[in-house]
């Protein structure tokens, strides 16, 4: 357990110290520096406390807290308008998005709820039908700003929370694919989205309009070889590949430090979701299971689908790396994502159920259900 935060905080450090580097090296993010250590700092401090104090406490606070985020994510579709989308609120010189705080709030909330409900989450109604009636909003809402990469990121993690609580994958897969088929039908019905989807399946044909930025991505990639062309010495950032201090900041830390460079941040996430279900699964409780494992890859699949999109293995979603990209809500988020890690390590041994039969996921002997039940 100590080896796995260890590395965890090694691991996010030297995200961080990425991020900060890349964005003095962006034109557009060296201007926003001071904003970004501003948000690290509020971000250090709110992790700092998420360690602090008891996680335990969060089952208390799940549900209001689930409240708040859902009347935040109602609100900015009226007052929140900003290019297109409605996902921001104008905080002093700042923005703030709840949809942020959202996905931090559902995780609880799920993690909450399996353990309220755990050895029941068999049960089609309990395991599938009640969590969905607080899952469903949350992404309704989301579709409607709209925010279709936050939607699917949650709809994944979603559904990993919901399996590791013990709900059956015969009643996940089905609604996994009409979830799916309704995202695509949002998506065909949304022009701009649309030529999105297009030019993702065609680049060549598109990389002078909607798929320019893609395109200009996968040359930054391609144009840093190995090593890349040294820190500052990019040309791609100057005009060519728009957003490359937010959601396409891999493009410039591959150009400017090469195949290596990125292959060593995609192993650092790879290492993140590792350390992470390790403490989520020696945690001292079963709230302390689901919501190591739901962070985690609340933070691990953002990484994929944010790489994904770069490399052009995925279409265009709009999210940023974790601990990498400016960006002051999610930061904030991440890292206190990062510090109810490090409590559930540090709580780990208050209760013996970590080392039980009543942890599925112990070395000893299978849980019996029916047992349970029974009992």
């Given at each position: ?23 003095c ?21 709110v ?102 990469g ?53 680049p ?10 893609a ?6 990639l391609?144009?840093g070889g ?92 709009g999210l ?17 994502s ?38």
């Open positions: 357990m100590r080896a796995a935060v260890t590395t965890l905080c090694v691991c996010v450090a030297l995200l961080l110290a990425l991020g900060t580097v890349m964005l090296s962006s034109p557009a993010g060296s201007k926003l520096l001071a904003k970004q250590l501003i948000w690290c700092a509020v971000g250090i401090v992790c700092i406390v998420a360690t602090a104090v008891d996680y335990r406490h969060l089952k208390k606070a799940a549900i209001p807290l689930y409240g708040v985020s859902l009347i935040l994510l109602a609100a900015v579709l009226l007052t929140g308008k900003r290019g297109g989308a409605s996902r921001w609120f104008t905080v002093g010189p700042m923005l703030f998005q709840p949809s942020e705080l959202a996905k931090l709030s559902l995780v609880i909330a799920l993690a909450h709820y399996g353990a309220w409900r755990q050895r029941q989450m068999e049960n089609f109604a309990k395991g599938l039908l009640l969590p969905a009636a607080f899952v469903v909003p949350m992404l309704a809402l989301l579709l409607l700003e709209p925010d279709f936050t939607t699917i990121l949650l709809s994944g993690v979603s559904a990993i929370v919901l399996l590791t609580a013990g709900v059956r994958w015969v009643y996940i897969v089905p609604n996994a694919m009409a979830g799916a088929a309704a995202i695509a039908l949002f998506i065909r019905m949304d022009p701009n989205r649309w030529q999105r989807i297009v030019a993702f399946l065609n060549q044909q598109h990389k002078g309009d909607t798929g320019y930025q395109y200009q991505a996968m040359l930054a391609a144009s190995l090593w890349g062309v040294g820190l500052g010495n990019g040309t791609l950032k100057l005009g060519y590949v728009p957003e490359n201090h937010t959601d396409f900041i891999f493009s410039i830390v591959g150009e400017e430090m090469g195949l290596v460079a990125t292959l060593a941040v995609v192993l650092v996430f790879i290492v993140m979701v590792i350390c992470g279900v390790t403490i989520a699964l020696n945690s001292g409780d079963p709230f302390g299971l689901y919501l190591g494992v739901g962070l985690t890859f609340l933070i691990g699949l953002q990484a994929f689908i944010n790489i994904g999109v770069v490399c052009s293995a995925l279409p265009n979603k940023p790396l974790p601990f990498v990209s400016y960006g002051g809500s999610n930061l904030v988020m991440m890292l206190a990062f510090g109810l890690l490090l409590n559930i390590a540090r709580h780990a041994g208050d209760t013996a159920w970590a080392g039980s039969a009543s942890n599925p996921f112990s070395s000893s002997e299978p849980f019996d259900s029916s047992s349970e039940a029974a009992g």
